[in-house]
């Protein structure tokens, strides 16, 4: 048995939207059990099946934010430092 993510969009401008997983044995049964589980009733116009073996995922490290950015809250102070520095030495 095999893991399929199933995503649906709507046709137009919508992006493609997860909506379940679905164990089949191979794709082409996956994409009739997601049609008869997740588009009955007109749920969306396309249909992507993305086997999980397939899936990338990043490591925590990776997608960790990185919060030592101090150029993004210069709130001035390093450069009154330096100014003050360069007035006492001139």
């Given amino acids: 048995m095999r893991t399929f993510e199933v995503f649906l969009k709507k046709a137009g401008k919508d992006e493609?939207?997860?909506?379940?997983a679905i164990?089949?044995?191979?794709?082409?049964?996956?994409?009739?059990?997601?049609?008869?589980?997740?588009?009955?009733?007109?749920?969306g116009d396309d249909l992507w099946l993305v086997d999980r073996t397939h899936i990338v995922v990043g490591p925590p490290a990776f997608v960790r934010g990185n919060h030592d950015k101090p150029h993004r809250h210069n709130d001035g102070a390093a450069?009154?430092?330096?100014?003050?520095?360069?007035r006492e030495t001139a």
């Fill in 79 to 86: 450069i009154a430092e330096r100014r003050r520095q360069q």
């Fill in 16 to 20: 493609f939207r997860h909506v379940g």
């Fill in 23 to 43: 164990d089949a044995a191979d794709a082409e049964l996956g994409v009739t059990l997601a049609r008869e589980a997740y588009v009955r009733r007109g749920e």
